[in-house]
């Protein structure tokens, strides 16, 4: 073996591997950059994907978003989700998050009235809203739901329950 040869082939066992971005915590998120392609790389931020899955539109273009993974909302869940059947037969989700996450949902959402936050849950972005009013009672709903996607996020977040302290 030539001596390019082994100097090559080291170099490639030394590189370190490409990263990959971690799986972002479930959690509310402010939208950066929306994209119809997903990006090779952005500067600041991390750019996950938009699920379809949970809307009325399953078949929707697809979307990525740039979100800002330092600054979100927990979701922190005091008690288990609850589906609800609206008026037209759809269900939607109620949320009652735990102190520390309402808290911290009463001071993003002042900060950011006007801006688009996704709700990411296991590291997909499953609704997109813009913020209109600082919520500070820590109750959310998820709307326009599919019933199978209601049921999928109501398995989804079960897990996010924690205790009162």
Do not use: W
Not at 56 to 78: H, I, M, Q, R, W
Not at 117 to 137: N, S
């Amino acid at each position: 073996m030539s001596l390019f040869t082994t100097i090559l082939s080291s170099l490639f066992l030394l590189s370190p591997a490409p990263q990959q971005n971690p799986v972002l915590p479930d959690g509310i998120y402010l939208v950066l950059e929306r994209y119809d392609t997903e990006p090779a790389g952005v500067a600041v931020g991390q750019v996950i994907s938009y699920s379809h899955d949970f809307l009325d539109d399953p078949t929707g273009e697809a979307l990525f978003l740039c979100v800002n993974p330092a600054d979100y909302v927990p979701l922190k869940l005091s008690s288990a989700p609850e589906g609800v059947e609206q008026t037209d037969k759809r269900i939607h989700l109620l949320l009652s998050l735990e102190n520390a996450s309402a808290k911290r949902l009463a001071e993003f959402t002042t900060t950011y009235v006007n801006r688009e936050v996704a709700t990411v849950i296991d590291g997909q972005a499953v609704t997109l809203h813009k913020i209109r009013m600082p919520i500070t009672e820590g109750k959310l709903q998820i709307t326009r739901c599919t019933d199978h996607a209601c049921e999928k996020l109501l398995v989804a977040l079960k897990d996010n329950v924690v205790s009162q302290d």
